[in-house]
């Protein structure tokens, strides 16, 4: 069975991804360990999600293939910014998205941000995608293709099933 | 100082340093794409607080190129965690200006903590940020603005008669990538 953080990584790897910002969930740690530890790949911790957001948009005006890396609960505080700074003027962003608050989740806290993720990014018309573990590395590559080609925000939606590899 | 002759000073500076400049959201935009309109210049239509992080990302992908932001204190406020991102990741060529007018001036000068005694320079010394000035005379700023890191411009509250800013977001974004990064080689 393939690691899960690890069929994540081999996507970023594949669609070229060479910066990323990131505020972690506990089912991030294992790729965000990947992340920093590839010498190919920028990556900057952030304070704040939103943050992170003006980051990659200033990153990617210079050349490089950002991805913003977080939980879900951190979609919130990017709201305004993928739609005033992202939107307007067109600027592409893979956001590899930790999904909690949906089945399995054994914190209650978690719930009522996992049961609005969806429909934010449907009422935003942000594409986004969950994929099982053997489809992830192709989902990945192919959101950032998305990504470039509509100049838009893609987000790739990780549940509590996929990083126990089901 | 007023605020619109350090956005003419720092637009002048950037033409001599062939820097890309970020400019925040509302009046300093306008001001500085009525002071020295350069394609060079990115000018922020929204997302209010991100002005720094838009330019260290970029100063990030660009390394080779100067980046200077142009912010304002209560932008800045918005988004203070920024200022301990650059103290650890802003690399040389760098350079965050907060022009502190102690008021949000786009939207009718109501006070910001900067207006009750809320020290940015001392903020972003606490964060960490190595190179910080505080400036209040042109002349300092000047000098400031060849340099790296944080300065904290003090200026005067209140707008420039100047015009919105008459280009659509995509002609920003286009012209400022197409000056940003040098064509590839046929």
Redesign the interface.
């Known amino acids: 069975m393939m690691n899960p953080s690890l069929a994540i990584y081999r996507g970023l790897k594949r669609a070229g991804i060479d910066?990323a910002t990131s505020v972690p969930c506990v089912n991030l740690q294992e790729l965000l360990d990947l992340v920093g530890k590839d010498p190919d790949i920028?990556h900057?911790p952030?304070?704040?999600e939103?943050?992170?957001?003006?980051?990659?948009?200033?990153?990617?005006?210079?050349?490089?293939r950002?991805a913003l890396l977080m939980q879900n609960s951190g979609l919130g505080n990017c709201i305004?910014?993928l739609?005033?700074?992202d939107f307007?003027?067109?600027?592409p962003l893979l956001m590899i998205i930790s999904h909690r608050g949906v089945a399995g989740e054994p914190i209650v806290g978690q719930v009522p941000m996992g049961q609005l993720t969806a429909p934010l990014l449907d009422a935003m018309q942000i594409p986004h995608f969950s994929p099982v573990c053997s489809e992830a590395e192709d989902v990945v590559n192919s959101a950032r293709s998305l990504a470039a080609a509509s100049r838009r925000p893609v987000a790739v939606l990780l549940d509590l099933d996929f990083w126990r590899g089901t | 100082m007023r605020r619109m002759e350090a956005i003419a000073l720092a637009a002048e500076a950037a033409q001599a340093q062939d820097a890309l400049l970020?400019s925040n959201i509302g009046f300093p935009s306008r001001e500085l794409c009525a002071a020295k309109d350069r394609p060079e210049n990115?000018y922020?239509?929204?997302?209010?607080?991100?002005?720094?992080?838009?330019?260290?990302?970029?100063?990030?992908?660009?390394p080779a190129?100067k980046v200077i932001v142009l912010d304002g204190d209560g932008s800045v406020l918005m988004?203070l965690?920024?200022l301990?991102?650059i103290a650890h990741?802003a690399p040389e060529n760098y350079l965050l200006v907060i022009l502190d007018n102690c008021c949000y001036g786009s939207t009718g000068s109501q006070p910001t903590c900067t207006h009750l005694g809320t020290d940015l320079s001392a903020i972003a010394l606490a964060a960490g940020v190595r190179v910080v000035k505080k400036v209040d005379e042109l002349g300092d700023l000047q000098l400031a603005l060849t340099g790296q890191g944080v300065v904290v411009a003090k200026v005067d509250p209140g707008n420039a008669d100047v015009p919105i800013i008459n280009l659509a977001?995509?002609e920003?974004?286009e012209r400022?990538?197409r000056s940003?990064?040098p064509a590839p080689p046929s």
Do not use: D, H, Q
């Open positions: 910066f920028i900057l952030v304070t704040r939103e943050e992170g957001v003006g980051l990659c948009a200033g990153a990617w005006m210079g050349g490089r950002p305004n910014a739609a005033s700074l307007l003027y067109g600027i | 970020i990115f922020m239509l929204g997302s209010m607080g991100l002005a720094s992080s838009i330019g260290l990302g970029l100063a990030l992908g660009l190129r988004n965690g920024t301990a991102t990741y977001p995509e920003i974004i400022f990538m940003a990064r």
